[in-house]
């Protein structure tokens, strides 16, 4: 326990829930590291898309820019709203469910959660992808350096919601603050530059992450200390801005100074904002820290998933969608199974795939965009039914949202339909199929188990008692003595391949059993000699108790079970493990009619 | 239990027993392919350590092999005579045992046992090793190899004793005709060259492995048909009788046709065996049969250490020097735990080796001639306790064994020490250690728990009865009606961190519990709400049944746990394993005072 309060921290009430929500300077790094991550790699993706254009690329990227930062206004004027209409936590499945039905509900909570996941591999492995690419000699490592990440962050998580805003405070606000410097001067500098050539172009699919980002702060919103809207909708904007200015300013400084993405494959690759940074403030100290923080940034920008898939699988379970586990919460208030869930299946994802994930990418962006467009969706009605004259605008933002996301779906769907997008055309219905069917068995256990009426007492004849023994010894006399204070309705079994172990035992019975009970006056308990040529015990035993139920329909049987229990893990070695295989046995092909008692015996202490 | 019966043959009675004993011609593969596989690297062995002499060398291999036929020949006079004086099965730990007392017999087994799982990996490696030789495109899957016969050799010792004899006998007679036929050809042709030149060497060490083949007869002397002392002194008249015209044959055939050891680091390595059938029968169809049959037996080597590590762990097991699980006979009336041991612990050193365990052959020859000497020596006092004319000639048989084993052991001990012989000096007295400590804690169990006196039936007043519930519902109605039957002292507890869960249950206690008891007119039990601000449930009830202990010292309290028993494995995920946990930590942490009794709940088949 010492070990774990060191490594977990202690310990927390309930009533200490309060002091675990945070404010915006927290919020920014809990829920915001995925969509500023996106302006590290942002560029490079629209950029090497442009690569076979050369030179002429370059005019490209202010208006791919132009394009991305309408789409993110427009989806943060909408979860700026849904925050304020959702203040329990407006995540797209409530918000889905809450106005389309829990079917569409469920439909985007298996997308959001499919992203969670890809999203934890993916960051993860960009991270450590840019990490070797600047020290070449860790490229071997590359797998065992993703999966430390992975448990650092898992550690951090389970410490709690506040600890992971802390700890990764220092990298985000580095990352903001290097940047910032890097924007400012590249900016003063190149003042005179410009020009912005206005051409249509696809959006690159690279938004989707700045997205989930936003996505993370409308579930979130509980996270965040009173007034919680109020909280939510600054950590919001703060990370819409931030991450416009450096999306806006880099792409401007690109042109700037022509910057071009370089090809990965070649030996002279190098990363667009490394370029840029090494242009405006040369290859000193501050580039190193500045290139630091950038790759701080990809890797913790996993940590958004850590944030909302375990709410996300809580509200879930609390609808009993999902196994009920998931909505308990643990020592530091967190839900700590569904951060073990997302832990293994990224962990299984990272290594499946050896820690590049590039292959996963397309995969990614169709759950976000499906979430979104279901969220917006399902805001629309919610102003249709809310009505009035000051509904008008925030329904009209919703619809320009949900039918951008669409638009944006459609896209992506087709063009990366062969690329790996039909993977997820088969993960999202089977884990809808599991959401249903969870449900199903849920339902069932409630109604089989309701009990709406008052204590039967009808019927309370004693049970008919049966104690399997090997031996009389004293674990024995105590599960019979307890059996004698049950019901006066007992049968001792002993099964043997041995015969003359059942002789002897007849002759101890006389003598140490039935004689005393005679004096006594009690009903004679009977004494049961099976005999098992094939050496078994739980098949005669269990026959046995088969035919007494069959005699006795309507009357409980129970079975005392005399165990010595072992006080150390090496005497565990060394008694057969007969009692505790028996007990599962008996639980697992009994009916209700069988009830199982451990009549313990314990070694006084002076048995090494 | 269908695949379980195809794989290791269907169960076998008790009765059966009789049916599984084995004459000669079984007992040969069974326990003679140790000793007779010798014969096929032996020479190798001897004329390997006589490479540095170069041609000179070739004239010690007369000489060598007389020595070894000498001693193989003392230790065969010297075991028949134990078969003889112990027809219950005479191995070293047994002789001793009896002779030499119970420190020195366990002292025999360790070093036994040792030898007994050093010889599989040695045997299965050296196999492989050869056959990798020949068909160099297997090298890389040396280990698999090694795995899949040792799993191979396992599978058919599960399925009994008399399954290995046969599963062996074709390989075996193939090995004694093949190199029968060769040996015959070869002295037929070859009759006019000879003459041995007399020189003194010590004996080379290969000669420990053919007789870990006689210590196996020995001590299997019980897996032969009666009479059995008969059927086992047979046994090993023809495995000595066989392996000394094979070994003489080759070392004479091997003169007589100038064949020489040579270098097994250089490209042109040919094994002795293999130059000498191709010298006598050339390179035909015949050869590759002879070569083949040499490969199985060194494979198959390891099948005497299956027959007889099981059996001596038995014979120790009884004893109460080992856990008695190793004494329980399975389906097939082997000893299926000793058979499990030795695979795992083989299975172990070849994967730690990499399928190469030349390095482990120095150990071997410790082990083996330390249990030689015990039991010769032991066989000594054997025959002076019995005194009389007799035993004049048996003793100095045994005498003349023990010093000659007794000499080589020092030798060995001496030459090999720093090459790993120390490693016995290690494992041989942790096993010892292991040994007394288990016999320390049956004893210690037998003592506590003897009961030598009749059924104690004072102070059977009912236990004190808590019942945890989470919720009212048919689950906890079952346990709490078989509570009211149980005792009068009832307490129902409820643990929870959500007080309205508390305050709901209540109302419903009021209800539904209250009411129809207070009617009835039986005792009320008490509801016990106990709030559990860490989430907590099974400290809290830790506590409170510690508080109950402390106010009534002498009453037994039992812990009644409702329990919903899933039917299905995947029903087991959705559900908390909390009745589960709850009873292990009762177990785990209670005391003589505390009973535990499993209410079961079963769900109607109807629910998926």
């Known amino acids: 326990m010492a070990l774990l309060d060191k ?3 202690k310990p927390l009430a309930n009533h200490e829930e309060e002091e675990q929500k945070v404010g915006v300077i927290a919020g920014i790094p809990m829920l915001g590291l995925d969509a500023l991550s996106s302006a590290a790699y942002g560029p490079e993706a629209a950029l090497t898309i442009l690569l076979p254009l050369g030179a002429l690329g370059l005019v490209y990227i202010g208006p791919i820019t132009i394009i991305i930062l309408i789409l993110l206004a427009l989806l943060y004027f909408s979860y700026r709203q849904t925050i304020a209409a959702y203040p329990g936590g407006g995540g797209s499945y409530t918000v889905a469910k809450e106005n389309l039905g829990i079917h569409v509900g469920l439909l985007a909570a298996a997308a959001l959660l499919l992203d969670y996941v890809l999203n934890v591999a993916v960051g993860i492995s960009a991270g450590v992808g840019a990490l070797v690419s600047a020290l070449p000699g860790l490229q071997t490592h590359t797998l065992a350096l993703c999966l430390f990440i992975l448990v650092f962050i898992t550690l ?21 603050g290097t940047m910032g410097v890097v ?31 936003v996505e993370a702060v409308s579930n979130g919103v509980t996270v965040f200390a009173k007034p919680s809207v109020r909280g939510a909708q600054r950590t919001l904007t703060a990370i819409v801005v931030i991450l416009g200015v450096l999306l806006a300013g880099i792409a401007y400084l690109s042109r700037a100074y022509a910057i071009g993405a370089t090809d990965p494959d070649k030996p002279d690759y190098q990363s667009i904002i490394s370029q840029l940074v090494g242009a405006v403030v040369g290859r000193g100290v501050f580039y190193y820290i500045t290139i630091a923080s950038v790759l701080a940034v990809l890797a913790l920008s996993a940590n958004t998933s850590f944030a909302d898939f375990p709410r996300l699988c809580r509200l879930i379970a609390q609808d009993n969608f999902l196994p009920r586990a998931f909505a308990n919460r643990g020592r530091r208030l967190v839900y700590t199974l569904g951060i073990m869930v997302l832990t293994v299946s990224s962990a299984l994802l990272l290594t499946i795939f050896g820690g590049i994930t590039d292959r996963l990418i397309p995969l990614f962006a169709i759950g976000a965009f499906l979430a979104f467009t279901l969220s917006q969706a399902g805001m629309v009605v ?13 329904l009209l933002v919703n619809a320009l949202g949900a039918s951008a996301t669409g638009i944006a779906l459609g896209i992506i769907l087709l063009a990366k339909f ?20 969870t449900r199903r068995h849920y339902d069932h256990v409630a109604e089989d188990t309701n009990c709406p009426r008052p204590l039967n007492l009808t019927g309370m004849e004693p049970p008919l008692v049966v104690v399997p023994i090997k031996t009389w010894n004293t674990i024995s006399e105590k599960a019979l003595r307890f059996a004698l204070g ?15 172990e059942g002789f002897q035992l007849r002759m101890q019975w006389e003598k140490y059993v039935e004689e ?11 004494l049961m000699l099976i005999s098992s040529p094939y050496r078994r015990l739980f098949t005669p035993l269990l026959n046995y108790i088969g035919d007494l139920k069959a005699e006795h329909p309507r009357r409980q049987i129970a079975v005392i079970i005399p165990e010595l229990v072992e006080t150390h893990w090496y005497q565990y070695l060394l008694h057969n493990k007969r009692a505790m295989g028996l007990k599962a046995a008996l639980l697992l092909k009994g009916d209700q009619q069988v009830i199982v008692i451990n009549v313990p015996w314990y070694l006084n202490d002076k048995g090494a």
């Open 382 to 394: 919610h102003w249709r039914r809310k009505g009035g004259s000051k509904v008008r605008v925030p």
């Open 183 to 213: 924007l400012a001067i590249g900016l003063g500098r190149a003042f005179l530059s410009g020009g912005h050539p206005v051409a249509v172009a696809a959006p690159a699919p690279f938004g989707c992450t700045a997205m989930t980002g």
């Open 516 to 526: 005393p009970i005679r004096q006594a006056g009690l009903p004679q308990p009977g």
């Open 156 to 176: 951090i998580n389970l410490r709690g919601v506040r600890e992971s805003g802390i700890a990764f405070a220092l990298p985000t606000y580095l990352f903001i």
């Open 7 to 9: 490594l977990l921290g």
């Open 486 to 500: 049950l019901s006066p309705d007992i049968v001792v079994v002993h099964i043997s391949a041995n015969e003359a």
């Open 418 to 437: 062969a690329e790996g997008a039909w993977i997820t055309l088969l993960i999202v219905p089977a884990a809808l199929m599991l959401f249903h069917q």
